[in-house]
Every structure is written in C-alpha cells, then in structure tokens.
C-alpha cells in the first residue's frame, strides 16, 4: 500500500453547456482530444504502448498507437448485464486474488462468464484482482468485460473505491485510463451520468476519500487531478476530502484540489 504521504450540484451547475455536439469533434480544441493525450501520456507511463505494427485509432481520430483492447471495446460493452448472478468458487477468489496466471483456465472450467460472479462480499472478479494490486489481471478482466468497471459490491463500491483504498496506484491508473478512454466516446452529459471519481458508496465515500482514508497520498493525488470536483464532495458524516486532506496537513493536496483554471 502507498502510505507515503458536498455541494456538487452547486459545482455542476456551474459547467458551461454551450457546446455543441459538432465543436466538440473540433480536432484541436476539443475537450475529448485533451483528454486522450493525456491518457496517451498515462499509457506510455504505464507501458500500455504497442512496441510497433499494430495501428490503432482513437475516438479522436489520433494515429498514435495504443493497446488493441482499447479500441476494440465497444461502448455498449459497458452496459451488458448478467441475467444472474451466481457464487463465485473458492477456486476462482484465490486464483484472482492471487494474481495467477491460470486463473482463465480456473473460470473456463467453472463454466460461468465472469459478469455474473460475485464473491461472499459482493465482489466481482474485478473488485478482488484490483484489491489486491494485480495489474495484469485488471487488464486481461478489462479487456474481456469492460462493464465490471462498472459494477458495484454489496457496499456501492466501484473496482476504483476499492484500488483507491488498498493504494495500488498503478491498478487506479489502469481502471482511470480505460474509463475515460471508453466514455471519452459518450456526449459530455452522457459521460458525466457514468463518473465513477464523484460515485459514492453506502457511507456517502468517493474513492477520493477512501484513498485519503488510508493515507494512500500518492493515489489521492492522481484522483484529484484527474476529476478535481471530487475534492468538494461531503460523506454521510458531513466530511469532504478537502476537509480531510486539511485536517492531515496535506498542503500539496490541498493546493491541488483548490487549483483554479481560466475557467
């Protein structure tokens, strides 16, 4: 674990609507082309990048390269949902947790597809690789079945609340990168019905304040600069991470989640 270190409506009304469906395709002052350089930059940060060959086009039309099983997701792959859901096998919770690499072999052999298992606590076979920090199991889970990005444990926590809290800042960075590269294909009001840095659990908690939670600094850093409002959200307790962040005398934090921009 990393231990180094609301009042949304009132901020959401705030947004500026007036651009249209048309200005944002614009290549060069598009919202959604700043976003894919920045998950370009996160890609090469991460070793995501295709070595060569393989070319890949974005949403936006950009010609660099990224990892195949992005672009070849589909945006109505985020909401297939199980008929079911069924127990998963003692097996297949230790094969995941465990990060093994068999673990596929594990699940064929259960014969159930994996959108419908859930653990004794609700977790997907997602929630448990990313609690646990196993990064090439989030990937191969994403690229196979991008709707558990989506889905919630017994205690309305994303696979992003749960990474948050344990610290594993590069299994954060993986879930963060795919989310926006996915529904950086959605409309603006689209994409901000599906924001998984504002969701909250059953305690009223973001990610952001789970990661504040465990000191996971490092992790709380990166959440805030990826979705800055997060930082104003208040939990069923009253408390925002700005507040806790304070409280911990966190002044890098605090300065960045009071950052202010042009607009």
Request: glycine share 6%; hydrophobic share 40%; charged share 25%.
């Amino acid at each position: 674990m990393d231990s180094s270190e609301a009042g949304l409506d009132g901020i959401e009304t705030q947004r500026s609507t007036g651009v249209s469906h048309d200005q944002s395709k614009q290549r060069y002052d598009s919202p959604i082309n700043l976003i894919t350089r920045r998950i370009l930059r996160v890609f090469r940060a991460l070793g995501f990048l295709q070595v060569e060959g393989e070319a890949a086009t974005p949403p936006t039309g950009d010609t660099e390269n990224v990892p195949e099983f992005f672009t070849s997701i589909r945006l109505s792959d985020l909401f297939v949902l199980p008929s079911e859901y069924v127990p998963m096998s003692p097996e297949i919770v230790s094969a995941v947790s465990a990060g093994e690499k068999e673990w596929l072999d594990v699940l064929r052999r259960y014969g159930k597809p994996m959108e419908c298992l859930k653990s004794d606590g609700g977790y997907s076979v997602l929630h448990l690789a990313a609690a646990w920090g196993r990064v090439e199991t989030v990937k191969s889970i994403v690229s196979k079945c991008p709707s558990l990005l989506l889905e919630l444990d017994s205690r309305d926590q994303l696979p992003l609340h749960v990474a948050a809290r344990a610290g594993h800042l590069v299994v954060v960075k993986v879930l963060v990168a795919t989310i926006t590269f996915v529904t950086a294909r959605m409309s603006d009001e689209e994409r901000e019905g599906l924001n998984p840095y504002v969701r909250k659990d059953v305690n009223g908690d973001t990610p952001l304040h789970l990661a504040l939670r465990d000191n996971n600094v490092k992790t709380a850093t990166f959440l805030v600069n990826t979705d800055q409002r997060a930082s104003f959200l208040a939990n069923k307790d009253g408390i925002s991470p700005l507040y806790m962040a304070l409280e911990a005398g966190k002044v890098s934090l605090v300065k960045a989640m009071l950052k202010t921009t042009k607009k």
